[in-house]
């Protein structure tokens, strides 16, 4: 049970390059989010979904694109880098149950665009 | 909108030492509360949690109480050790809408011998 995972690791790219980072999660969750990191921030909500097929825009989600064709992976992609996407990103998962849903996270992706 | 406040770090303590982080929240209804911690390298982990006012959530040593009057979540821990050495987070959750979370900026704790 490999949790959440997070491809790449590690990026860096050139200003108006696009790149796509991969979430996957083999919990059978429904939720999964987007989030980044940036210092003296907090993690921001990028964008997020509810269910295969669906997504939602969060707090900052100008300049980023979401898919979620399969329900264990959630697609975060740049279609033009610019160097204020500088960030670590976290992909997040969490299940429909109740109403206290813990969120598990990836290990992170950090980006640099140049 | 819903926001989450905690206090600045960094935070330096020595082993043994008392720990108390400071968080508060602004929400309109009533939110759930959390405190993740991020160790070096790492994605965020979930330490403990409180779903309504009172409740106390506790792990690891760690305990935060859930005050409505103060709108406060404080984090406390009776004896640090070394191995504490990370960044919490505070955060809230609404009931529904996707179970977002809110958090605040973090508080980075550094435990010395």
Known sequence: NAGVTQTPKFRVLKTGQSMTLLCAQDMNHEYMYWYRQDPGMGLRLI???V???TTAKGEVPDGYNVSRLKKQNFLLGLESAAPSQTSV?????SMLQGLVVEQYFGPGTRLTVT | GDSVTQMEGP???SEEAFLT???TYTATGYPSLFWYVQYPGEGLQLLLKATKADDKGSNKGFEATYRKE???FHL????????DSAVYFCALSMTGGGNKLTFGTG????VEL
């Open chain 1, 47 to 49: 964008h997020y979904s």
């Open chain 1, 51 to 53: 269910g295969e097929g």
């Open chain 1, 89 to 93: 990103y976290f992909c997040a998962s």
């Open chain 2, 11 to 13: 935070v330096t303590l």
């Open chain 2, 21 to 23: 982080i400071n968080c």
């Open chain 2, 70 to 72: 103060t709108t406060s």
């Open chain 2, 76 to 83: 406390e821990k009776g004896s640090v050790q070394v191995s």
């Open chain 2, 107 to 110: 508080t980075q704790l550094k």
